[in-house]
């Protein structure tokens, strides 16, 4: 093991923790030395339903409703309070994913809080950690606004 240096580990959470940092920096030797990462097999099982039906809506549409989405949660989070917008705002750099940080907010805090109101946000898993928000097109202008109501409580 001395040989080898963990660059990206499994999300087995010790492994991932003594990465970023947490728990005094100590991960079991095995997993740390894996590819990394975390499979998403249901994921990997939609795909060709996935690509049928993006075919179907055209890759414009799809990309231009996810923009459309994704530019009004970015607007309406940065006018919240305290609450600060990590995501550029431009959507030549970013689109359905929208990150923020909720000052004096565990980020797991603000996750919990805002499933509790039927809101899906989830943590980014980096060092710090940031509020995330998705726009896709199974969403709806409803779900926007749902988002942003619920991320008003929080700041």
Not at 13 to 23: M, P, Q, Y
Not at 34 to 53: I, K, N
Not at 67 to 96: N, V
Request: glycine residues 10%.
């Amino acid at each position: 093991m001395g040989q080898l240096r963990p660059v990206d580990p499994p999300f087995d959470g010790r492994s991932i923790g003594a990465w970023l940092g947490f728990d005094g920096g100590t991960a079991p030797p095995g997993p740390a030395a894996t590819p990394g990462g975390y499979h998403s097999f249901e994921h990997r099982w939609a795909l060709a339903e996935a690509f049928e039906f993006h075919k179907a809506i055209g890759r414009e549409r799809v990309a231009a409703r996810t923009h459309e989405l994704a530019t009004a949660l970015k607007d309406g989070l940065s006018g919240i309070g305290k609450l600060k917008l990590t995501t550029p705002k431009s959507p030549d750099l970013s689109a359905g994913l929208v990150c923020c940080q909720v000052p004096d907010v565990n980020v797991e805090e603000a996750v919990a809080r805002l499933r509790g109101l039927k809101v899906v946000a989830t943590s980014t898993p980096y060092r710090p950690s940031l509020l995330r928000f998705g726009t896709t097109i199974a969403n709806n202008e409803a779900d926007v606004e749902a988002a942003l109501k619920t991320a008003r409580t929080l700041a």
